[in-house]
């Protein structure tokens, strides 16, 4: 599989400038909407992470596909919002926006949401022209490749 990557794409964010505001845990755009959501670096900093995996199936076309990333810090997957101590989250989670460290065990986060689930490495998916668009260094891990149907492709 090689993706190319269009030159059309709406940007989204909850706090930063982009041609959309969202909430990633409650979307406010019709079901099957996006061929492609490209979430990277973001369920981290997110309070409930199973719903906005939700949320991006959701809203993903039937053939669509979710490129996601995140860091892997751990073991086995853990977290609790109800840390809200800047202090605390710094020193649990890495940084005071972080609810959560995540495992190799995302995978079966994703699947929970009703993704099927690959993992590749940037460069067997995208072309170097692409990652350097995308900022995706070598350093940032495994991509999951999400699709709606119950085995990504």
Known sequence: ?????????VTADLFAPAD???????????DSTYD???CSHVLEHVEDDIQAMREMRRVLRPDGLAIIMVPINVESTWGDASITDPAER??????????RLYGPDV???LATAGFG???VKPADILSPDDTERMRITDKAGDVYLCSVASSAT
Do not use: A, C, W
């Open 90 to 99: 710094r020193r649990l989670f890495g940084q005071t926006d972080h609810f």
């Open 20 to 30: 959309l505001r969202l909430d990633l845990m409650n979307i406010e755009q019709p």
């Open 36 to 38: 492609l959501v490209y």
């Open 107 to 109: 995978v079966d986060r």
């Open 1 to 9: 599989l090689r993706l190319k990557i269009g030159p059309s794409y």
């Open 117 to 119: 689930v690959k993992t």
